[in-house]
């Protein structure tokens, strides 16, 4: 027998801490966790869980809609690479 919890949908505060503690209740006993509608359409590998990288775009959803703006992609990428570019000196330092 196999249990199900709802998330609430519509609601704007990132899921990972709704989430987190909902399976964490479920427990391991096959029980099943579903994902609110929103959080779904970041699901991108469909396994009905947010791994960090589909999280972390769910974290950057500051409207709740289920899209990210333009801003939010460029602010993404723009630290991705800088951690990047940090990495690399980081690297060159180490390396000689």
């Given at each position: 027998m196999t249990a199900t919890i709802e998330v609430e949908q519509g609601?704007?505060?990132?899921i990972d801490a709704q989430?987190?503690?909902r399976r964490k209740n479920?427990?391991?006993a096959g029980k099943k966790v579903r994902?609110?509608?929103?959080?779904r359409k970041y699901d991108l590998d469909g396994d009905g869980v947010?791994?960090?990288?589909?999280?972390?775009m769910r974290?950057?959803?500051k409207s709740g809609r289920g899209f990210l703006k333009s801003e939010e992609v460029y602010d993404m990428m723009n630290q991705h690479l800088k951690m990047q570019k940090d990495m690399f000196?980081?690297?060159k330092v180490l390396g000689g």
């Open positions: 609601n704007n505060e990132p989430d987190q503690d479920a427990g391991d994902l609110s509608v929103v959080s947010l791994d960090e990288a589909e999280q972390a974290n950057l959803d000196k980081m690297k």
